[in-house]
C-alpha cells in the first residue's frame, strides 16, 4: 500500500501528463499549419511519449493496489504565436513538469517509499533528458531559424524522429 499523500501525487501527475500530450498536440498542429511538418512530428511523437508516460503511471498505481482517478484534461490556454516561442513553451512546461516529479519523489522519500522513489528515478533521468532537448532545440532555432535553407535542414532533422516506447518494468 502507498503512502496517501505519495498516492495522490502520482494520481495528479498522471492528470498532467495527459495534459502535456494535449499541448504537444497543440504544438504538433501549430507547426503543421506553418509549414514545419518535421517539428509538427516532434511534438506528435512528443504527445505520445506523455500519454505513456501517464499510463506507466496508471499501472504503477493499479499494481499497488490504488484507485485511479481520472480527471478533465484542460485545454492549452497559450496563444501560438512563432516557431521560436513555441519551443521556449515546451522548455518552460518541461521545468514545470520535473518540479512535479521532484514533489513526488520528495513526498516518497519523506515517506521512506524506496519502491516508489525507485519507479521515479526513470522518470527524473528522462526529464533532464527533455529539458536538455528542449534547450537544444531553442539554440538551434536561435542559430538557424531565420535562414530559409538551414531552417529546411532543421525541420528536416525533426522529422526524422521516431517513436520508441519506454520500457520501464513496473
Known amino acids: 500500500m502507498l503512502d496517501k499523500k505519495v498516492a495522490e501525487l502520482i494520481n495528479d501527475q498522471i492528470n498532467k501528463e495527459f495534459y502535456s500530450a494535449y499541448l504537444y498536440l497543440d504544438f504538433s498542429v501549430y507547426y503543421e499549419e506553418v509549414g514545419l511538418d518535421g517539428f509538427a512530428n516532434w511534438y506528435m511523437i512528443q504527445a505520445q511519449e506523455e500519454r505513456d508516460h501517464a499510463v506507466l503511471m496508471l499501472q504503477y498505481l493499479q499494481n499497488n493496489g490504488e484507485k485511479v482517478t481520472l480527471e478533465a484534461i484542460a485545454k ?85 524522429r521516431t517513436y520508441t516506447a519506454p520500457s520501464l518494468t513496473l
Request: net charge negative; hydrophobic share 40%; aromatic share 10%.
Open 76 to 160: 492549452p490556454d497559450k496563444e501560438l504565436k512563432d516557431k521560436l516561442q513555441v519551443l521556449e513553451l515546451g522548455l518552460e512546461h518541461e521545468r514545470y513538469v520535473t518540479s512535479l516529479i521532484h514533489t513526488i519523489y520528495e513526498a516518497a522519500y519523506s515517506a521512506k517509499d524506496f519502491r516508489t522513489m525507485q519507479f521515479l528515478d526513470w522518470f527524473v533521468k528522462e526529464q533532464g533528458e527533455e529539458e536538455k532537448t528542449a534547450e537544444d532545440m531553442i539554440k538551434k532555432m536561435r542559430l538557424f531559424g531565420d535562414d530559409a535553407k538551414s531552417l529546411y535542414a532543421l525541420n528536416s532533422e525533426m522529422a526524422g
